[in-house]
């Protein structure tokens, strides 16, 4: 055949005897993390008994092979090789149970047999990587451009053929998914006794016809499936396994067996010469790499990209690989198992009638046996009633599936990695593929512990835990999901380069990101970081960058956004026991100037700027609370400079509307405005002098923007006579202009407020009026309490305090008031 040179002939004798000396190799042409391709390599080898077994991979990991056979190795596994120089420049080489080089290297150990990786050295694959400008190998870029699992589509064949050689075969045959071609067409055929090669002898003769068409310009002009240079790239990977395999056969005269992806065998067949091979080799880049075996997870096998592109169910294929008999019948149990746990109704007549069905659209479609998509449509016709929404959760948990692998304690790890394992093991924080919840309570020492674990690994950009909002209000608390994807190893390997202890390396992180952090705002954030961390190593001298950072600032908006995180750290000291006077004393001065400044720096702002400064007076406000309420010297009249400050700020023109109102709304709440002089000043902004749109973004910064606004409305009746009032007084040609500003302030109150402002308003200003008692002084209250709606509650106090019906509702109320 053209461009194939072949050593011998083809068919099935074409493969030689792998236990004869001077055979030819025995070529085992296979899809990665094909379950078919699996077993079809398991009965390969066991037929042939060879002398060594070279397997598509980075030669580099030859000495974790061994690993492969320890009991605490379970898959799915990874190879991980980085960079030396640079750990963030990685590469992965995932290895699923049901992964034929997975199963090569097992039968390999397990007869005694020595296995090699073949394959261009990762010390030439990330130096080339990082010499055509891409400095990071993602996970889901196997770095070496392995055969890629894309599923084919119908019609696609050209321009699959080097993306999924096999997708290309099973499009051509007119199927839509290549692994139930592989099964149908190939591995059932290759079941008969003595006959475990003629499968691959077939998938060879067709891979020789498939180059043969991309070398005719079938895939129309070999465009690369990674954008570029894959022709070079794959010739100088095909030159390099021709030598290796060369190598072996001279070395073992019992017989060579190569495990790689369908798409090389051709190209190891065809013969090259030694000095063309190594020509090709000739002055490749290099780099210092380490390598080693991490955890992989099926959900990560499942996305798309690099060696697992297209594995869209590895929990299936799994199942596949695992079941010796019957697998439609045990999956539609497991997926009945997990059906019932979650409370549906479903019985074994359930699983028997699901079964029935599959293989009744096996037959239909013209399949063997039946598949994912024949037990899927069986799930949903059966055991779903139809829906989706119970199948999605099938998928979710038993097509991809959760399953998180494990390497041995014993496999090569970065000093980082090794300390981060025994914290896990000391704080029992086992990482999951799954996300969880998980409650902190602070005043625990293992929760304290998790937690400065958690926050030192995110301070290391190690996102294995993310916090989350806590069902409790108080600082003792904390909430965090977490999750551990396999590329966090990468980050962990990227981390060491700052310490070789978790606590080492959160501490020199923490100090190079004070000194080359952007502004103020960083750095308060960062100095909370560090005391939620406890690192006291670090705060320190990010405390004086902050000192310094916050006394050169004169941006009024940027110390108000470093203030409330610099106070809210100082609620943490308290629970953690951290010494937080110095960053106490640093609030107070940035509270300071934040007063003598904020005035001035709320005049002639446009809407946008002046709604970022209602945001930084309220968290201004919020953070002056919070720290009036630490005792501290010279602190003890922050609240009152504060309110003052307000003042000004709701009596000046000059202010923007929204800010003006807020201030009247934070006074009136802390109790130092009467409700009289807060009608009185809405009034007066209210008035016809007034243009529309300021008086429009006065309510907004009064009963909008923050919790509570609808309320005061709803129980001042005043103020919402005020506001009904100026509002069907606005002119028509400005009432467009001020529409969305309402909208805006009133959409974001509860459905309930919404509903009483609406009946309130319907009732017109005299029904309104009826509802104020005689004597309250207050609109929509009475002069006292009402003993008769009070007692109405009664029942419910006692339930909820556990106690027992009382004789007297008022010695009830007595006891427990």
Same mark, same amino acid.
């Given at each position: 055949m053209k461009g194939t040179d072949r050593a011998g002939g083809g068919g099935p004798g074409g493969q030689g005897g792998a236990g004869e000396p001077g055979g030819r190799p025995l070529l085992l042409g296979v899809r990665h993390h094909g379950p078919g391709s699996a077993r079809a390599v398991r009965a390969a080898l066991e037929a042939t008994r060879p002398g060594v077994v070279l397997i598509e991979g980075p030669p580099e990991a030859d000495a974790l092979i061994p690993l492969a056979a320890d009991e605490d190795m379970r898959p799915p596994v990874a190879l991980l090789a980085h960079a030396v120089d640079e750990p963030g420049r990685s590469a992965f080489w995932p290895l699923a149970e049901f992964s034929p080089e997975w199963v090569a290297v097992r039968w390999a150990l397990e007869h005694d047999v020595p296995a090699r990786f073949i394959d261009l050295p990762a010390t030439h694959t990330l130096a080339w990587r990082a010499a055509d400008g891409h400095a990071d190998v993602d996970a889901d870029d196997h770095a070496d451009d392995q055969d890629q699992d894309q599923a084919g589509r119908p019609g696609t064949a050209p321009a699959e053929v080097r993306g999924d050689p096999l997708a290309a075969l099973a499009a051509a045959a007119g199927h839509d998914?290549?692994?139930?071609?592989?099964?149908? %067409?190939?591995? *059932?055929? #290759?079941?008969?006794?003595?006959?475990? @090669?003629a499968a691959f002898t077939a998938l060879e003769e067709a891979m020789t016809a498939l180059r043969e068409t991309e070398e005719d310009g079938g895939t129309e002009g070999g465009e690369d499936r990674e954008g570029g240079g894959g022709d070079v790239r794959d010739l100088v990977r095909e030159a390099h396994m021709r030598l290796q395999v060369r190598a072996a056969r001279r070395e073992f005269a019992e017989g060579v067996a190569v495990v790689c992806g369908a798409w090389h065998v051709p190209a190891l067949r065809r013969k090259a010469t030694v000095a063309a091979d190594r020509a090709l080799l000739k002055g490749l880049p290099r780099t210092k790499v380490d390598m080693t075996w991490v955890p992989w997870t099926h959900r990560r096998l499942s996305r798309a990209g690099g060696y697992g592109a297209g594995i869209e169910s590895p929990g299936w294929y799994g199942h596949l690989f695992a079941a010796v008999d019957r697998p439609v019948e045990r999956w539609l149990t497991k997926v009945a198992g997990l059906l019932r746990a979650e409370d549906r109704i479903v019985s074994p007549a359930h699983v028997i009638e699901a079964t029935r069905l599959a293989d009744t659209l096996a037959v239909i479609r013209g399949r063997p046996l039946p598949g994912l998509t024949e037990a899927t449509d069986a799930v949903r016709a059966v055991m779903c009633d139809g829906s989706d929404v119970p199948l999605a959760l099938v998928h979710h948990r038993l097509v991809v599936g959760d399953v998180l692998g494990e390497v041995p304690a014993g496999a090569p790890a970065v000093p980082l990695q090794r300390d981060l394992t025994r914290a896990q093991r000391r704080l029992r924080l086992r990482p999951e593929a799954p996300e969880r919840e998980l409650e902190l309570d602070l005043r625990k020492e293992t929760d304290a512990g998790?937690?400065? @674990?958690?926050?030192?690994?995110?301070?290391l950009g190690v996102g294995w835990g993310e916090p989350a909002a806590s069902r409790s209000t108080g600082t003792f608390r904390e909430t965090w999901r977490l999750r551990w994807e396999p590329e966090l190893s990468v980050r962990v390997a990227e981390a060491g380069v700052w310490g070789t202890t978790v606590l080492s390396a959160a501490t020199a992180r923490a100090r190079a990101d004070a000194v080359t952090a952007r502004d103020l705002a960083e750095v308060t954030a960062l100095a909370e970081r560090c005391l939620l961390a406890e690192l006291?190593? $670090? @705060? +320190?001298?990010?405390?004086?960058?902050? +000192? !310094?950072?916050? +006394?050169? !600032?004169? !941006?009024?908006? *940027?110390?108000?956004? $470093? @203030?409330? +995180?610099? %106070?809210?750290?100082?609620?943490? #000291?308290?629970?953690r026991g951290t010494d937080t006077g110095a960053l106490a004393e640093v609030a107070a001065g940035l509270a300071e100037r934040v007063f003598v400044g904020l005035p001035a720096a709320c005049a002639a702002l446009d809407a !946008?700027?002046?709604?970022?400064?209602?945001? *930084?007076?309220d968290a201004v406000h919020t953070a002056v609370g919070l720290l009036g309420d630490a005792p501290a010297p010279g602190r003890g009249d922050l609240r009152s400079r504060w309110r003052a400050v307000l003042h000004t700020l709701s009596a000046r023109d000059t202010v923007p509307g929204v800010v003006r109102g807020r201030a009247v709304r934070l006074l009136l709440d802390d109790g130092e405005l009467a409700p009289d002089e807060a009608a009185r000043l809405m009034g007066l902004v209210l008035s016809p002098g007034t243009p529309p749109a300021d008086a429009a973004a006065w309510i907004e910064g009064f009963v909008g923007g923050g919790p509570g606004g609808g309320i005061l409305l709803l129980h001042d009746e005043r103020l919402l006579a005020l506001v009904d009032d100026w509002l069907t007084g606005v002119p028509a040609d400005a009432f467009t202009d001020v529409l969305p500003l309402l909208r805006r302030t009133f959409s974001a109150y509860e459905p309930g407020v919404r509903r009483g402002l609406g009946e309130l308003?319907?009732?017109?200003?005299? $029904?309104?009026?009826?509802? /104020? /008692?005689? #004597?309250?002084? %207050?609109? #929509?209250? $009475?002069a006292g309490l009402d003993p008769e709606r009070a007692d109405a509650v009664l029942p419910v106090v006692r339930l909820l305090l556990g106690r027992h019906p009382a004789p007297d509702d008022n010695d009830l109320v007595g006891a427990d008031t």
């Open positions: 998914d290549p692994e139930r071609w592989w099964e149908d %067409v190939i591995e *059932h055929r #290759g079941r008969r006794a003595g006959d475990a @090669l998790r937690s400065r @674990l958690l926050h030192r690994l995110r301070l006291p190593d $670090a @705060l +320190a001298p990010v405390m004086r960058i902050l +000192a !310094d950072r916050a +006394a050169l !600032d004169t !941006d009024v908006g *940027h110390l108000a956004q $470093a @203030l409330p +995180a610099l %106070v809210r750290s100082l609620r943490y #000291g308290d629970v !946008d700027a002046a709604e970022e400064m209602r945001r *930084h007076v308003v319907r009732r017109g200003p005299e $029904a309104r009026g009826r509802v /104020t /008692t005689a #004597g309250s002084g %207050v609109p #929509g209250f $009475a």
